[in-house]
């Protein structure tokens, strides 16, 4: 019963390549959101998708695609992954907004980059 | 724009000590305020939270008083725990649909027996 889930829990590749990385939700949010954590764990927001519709795309290289097929489902997808794009990718969603009821975060994805 | 500063890490204490870690945030309007934890390999878990002026959050121990007059949400324990050894993040929202969560930097906790 994970409320966020993301797959794959960790990611290596090589320069270059295409990777996706799914997340799921099961509380019923209307809000999803990708944020990055960098090396010094600070968080950053990429994306927010609210009832399946872009709302925040914060200045991120348009290699990174999110596409939200559904409610509960919010993937992102790295085209010709760099060294820099080395990180942990939070999913989190949300009911509220990001109003007094908190996000709720997935598990997070450690992609590494070669 | 929002802002939330938190103190640097990291924190070590001894089990049993008290903790406090500062936060202070930036904002236009009238934001919720919010302690997040994130312990080794895992993702945040919403630790406490307030929505409005001298509201006190509080959970596991931990407790956090929104003070408008000093734009703060510092975060205290009376007894710290090896298990509470994690790292522990600040964070303000507006309340509007789709806003992200802005977060401080992060203060890493670390408790020894």
């Known amino acids: 019963d994970t409320a966020v889930s993301q797959t794959p829990k960790y990611l290596v590749t090589q320069m270059g390549n295409d990777k996706s990385i799914k997340c799921e939700q099961n509380l019923g949010h209307d809000t999803m959101y990708w944020y990055k954590q960098d090396s010094k764990k600070f968080l950053k927001i990429m994306f927010s998708y609210n009832n399946k519709e872009l709302i925040i795309n914060e200045t991120v290289p348009n290699r990174f695609s999110p596409k939200s097929p559904d409610k509960a489902h919010l993937n992102l997808h790295i085209n010709s992954l760099e060294l820099g794009d080395s990180a942990v990718y939070f999913c989190?969603?949300?009911?509220?907004?990001?109003?007094?009821?908190?996000?709720?975060f997935g598990p997070g994805t450690r992609l590494t980059v070669l | 724009g929002n802002s939330v500063t938190q103190m640097e890490g990291p924190v070590t204490l001894s089990e049993e000590a008290f903790l406090t870690i500062n936060c202070t945030y930036t904002a236009t309007g009238y934001p919720s305020l919010f302690w997040y934890v994130q312990y080794p390999g895992e993702g945040l878990q919403l630790l406490l939270k307030?929505?409005?002026?001298?509201d006190k959050g509080s959970n596991k121990g931990f407790e956090a008083t929104y003070r408008k007059e000093t734009t703060s949400f510092h975060l205290e324990k009376g007894s710290v725990q090896v298990s509470d050894s994690a790292v522990y993040f600040c964070a303000l929202s507006e309340w509007q649909a789709g806003t992200a969560l802005i977060f401080g930097k992060g203060t890493t906790l670390s408790v020894s027996s």
């Open positions: 989190a969603s949300s009911q509220d907004g990001a109003g007094p009821l908190g996000q709720f």
């Open positions: 307030a929505t409005k002026a001298d």
